[in-house]
């Protein structure tokens, strides 16, 4: 008789697979535990360490609570830290399948409202995003603001930005070459081939592709013109390295938000949690100290950055390409 056909095998896991494990591995060895809820009909998981106010740390699209493991830790000594798995990522819900960016948004909304623990209504969090994850935490502060205290956006944000031809899904190793390099500082060490190859092969099921499958819905979420609308305290904290967002991008994000102050961090790039977080952890700490009242208005003049003219972030002049889609993920 012929034989049976074989079952497809399951992709075998690659070095952003295994960093991602060795970050988990990482988290619960210094302390952190794992929860999980099902938040409408779909399972969400975070991470949780320490007591005192509440901060939420949120990663960026293709990464996993475990990436801020080597900055978390430190921050748990004087917070209560809850690192999330946003919906589609990591461990969280859905697994497959289109992943638009309401589900993303309203997903979390819900988990913050109902299951972040926060004691009473007054008790709000303090989300602190890189990358989709400032661009979801200044959408919760913008819809939500009876839950945020203050936000830290660090190299993100709700405005588009044009990144050339700088794809985040790459087709080959060259073009994943040129992505990294543009995120990273030109003095960090080069992204070995064998990085590079996995970012090629996770492209055509990564969560930015499953995103943009549900484009409009995505692009319905931008906030170009209306930053004005967000009435909560932004801390902008940017790797002043970053290449793939533009270096106007803060100077835009300062001159739309009625409450916002911007500190660069030197020779750091799009994620500095990862790349640079002996330099990232001490500013996070100062940014989270309570030394000043949480509510009150940055002074621009203080920025390290100038603001540009105030129609900078309007709609007319802002970038509309599948590039600038793409800016607002990573």
């Known amino acids: 008789p012929a034989a049976a056909p074989a079952a497809a095998e399951a992709p075998?896991?690659?070095p952003m697979d295994l960093?991602?494990?060795?970050?988990?591995v990482q988290l619960a060895g210094a302390g952190f535990t794992r929860h999980e809820a099902e938040v409408d009909g779909g399972r969400f998981v975070w991470w949780e360490k320490g007591s005192g106010p509440t901060v939420v740390l949120l990663h960026g699209v293709t990464d996993q609570a475990g990436g801020w493991f080597q900055v978390a830790p430190g921050l748990a000594e004087s917070h209560r830290v809850l690192l999330v798995d946003l919906p589609g990522h990591g461990e969280s819900d859905p697994k497959t399948g289109p992943l638009p960016m309401s589900l993303v948004v309203t997903r979390f909304e819900a988990w913050l409202a109902e299951d972040a623990g926060v004691e009473n209504e007054a008790a709000k969090s303090i989300l602190v995003g890189n990358s989709m994850g400032a661009w979801v935490a200044m959408l919760v502060a913008q819809r939500h603001p009876e839950l945020v205290s203050r936000v830290v956006a660090i190299n993100g944000g709700p405005l588009r930005a044009d990144t050339g031809d700088l794809d985040l899904l790459p087709q080959d190793r060259e073009e994943a070459r040129r992505l990294m390099a543009a995120i990273r500082d030109p003095a960090s060490p080069p992204t070995p081939d064998v990085v590079l190859d996995d970012l090629v092969r996770r492209a055509p099921r990564a969560q930015v592709a499953r995103m943009l499958e549900a484009r409009e819905d995505l692009e319905s979420f931008f906030l170009e013109g209306r930053l004005g609308e967000i009435e909560t305290p932004i801390e902008i904290v940017w790797g002043e390295s970053d290449r793939y967002m533009?270096?106007?991008?803060p100077d835009r994000l300062l001159a739309g938000l009625p409450h916002a102050h911007l500190t660069l961090v030197p020779k750091c790039g799009h994620v500095p949690q990862i790349e640079c977080p002996a330099t990232l952890a001490p500013i996070l700490v100062e940014v989270l100290a309570p030394t000043e009242p949480a509510n009150a208005p940055a002074d621009p003049s203080e920025s390290a950055s100038p603001m540009p003219p105030?129609?900078?972030?309007?709609?007319t002049t802002a970038p509309s390409t599948t590039a600038s889609t793409l800016g607002g993920l990573l």
């Not at 960093?19 to 988990?24: M, P």
Request: overall charge positive.
């Open 310 to 315: 105030a129609d900078s972030a309007s709609p």
């Open 19 to 24: 960093f991602a494990a060795f970050s988990r």
């Open 12 to 14: 075998k896991p690659g």
């Open 246 to 249: 533009g270096r106007d991008y």
